[in-house]
């Protein structure tokens, strides 16, 4: 397989639930990204790895819970979410951004549909 | 924080040209992207612009005018498939990318 692939691409989950999203690079990125993408708002970034540490966490309830385990996966552990926390969840990786990357592009998955009753 | 403004939608006839303006207000500038995402898909990368001027790649162009904070994609030869959601997205001196809320093309037949 090549780019980045999530799983599962639909879930939905009652309010005490817990379930988790699984997202896997296969182009040799050293950083990966969870967003968040709500119906007609800006992408929100919530989650950064960078060499498999995570180096930033934007305010982000702790129901959600990132893992990296290595620079290939990433994952994110969810539970006890709200109705308002339905939304697409995109992964992404990169290389590590940093003044000498150049683009450095951000490839996505092509996310999790989330829908929490 | 980062501001980022383009129009919701926009309607063209295929075989028509239009232009998606971006404007932006952002601590420091290191980068504007463009994106396509097709519904039910990842977005993917159209261009980058880091300096002022013009970025052609076929039917696609990307503007970027740095001292305006503004930038515009231009989409050439409208094709049926160009329906998609077209997301602009600049990166600040701390490589944080922030995104717009994306402008929905709809090329009618």
């Known amino acids: 397989e090549t780019g980045v692939t999530q799983t599962p691409r639909h879930l939905v989950m009652g309010m005490t639930n817990k379930k988790s999203l699984k997202c896997e690079q296969h182009?040799?990125?050293?950083?990966m990204y969870w967003y968040k993408q709500s119906a007609k708002k800006p992408l929100e970034l919530m989650f950064v790895?960078?060499?498999?540490?995570?180096?930033e966490n934007n305010s982000v309830p702790s129901r959600f819970s990132p893992e990296c385990p290595n620079s290939s996966h990433l994952f994110l552990h969810l539970h006890t979410l709200q109705p308002e926390d339905s939304a697409l969840y995109l992964c992404?990786?990169?290389?590590?951004?940093?003044?000498?990357?150049?683009?450095?592009?951000?490839?996505f998955g092509a996310g999790s549909r989330l829908t929490v009753l | 924080g980062q501001n980022i403004d383009q129009p919701t939608e926009m309607t063209a006839t295929e075989g028509a040209i239009v232009q998606i303006n971006c404007t932006y207000q952002?601590?420091?500038?290191?980068?504007l992207f463009w994106y396509q995402q097709h519904a039910g898909e990842a977005p993917t990368f159209l261009s980058y612009?880091?300096?002022?001027g013009l970025e052609e790649k076929g039917r696609f162009s990307s503007f970027l005018s740095r001292s305006k904070g503004y930038s515009y994609l231009l989409l050439k030869e409208l094709q049926m498939k160009d329906s998609a959601s077209y997301l602009c997205?600049?990166?600040?001196?701390?490589?944080?990318?922030?995104f717009g809320a994306g402008t929905t093309v709809t090329v009618r037949a």
């Open positions: 992404a990786s990169s290389q590590a951004q940093d003044s000498l990357s150049g683009a450095n592009v951000l490839t």
């Open positions: 182009l040799g990125h050293n950083a």
């Open positions: 790895y960078s060499l498999e540490e995570r180096v």
């Open positions: 952002t601590s420091g500038f290191n980068g």
């Open positions: 612009n880091v300096l002022d």
């Open positions: 997205a600049v990166r600040d001196n701390d490589y944080k990318l922030s």
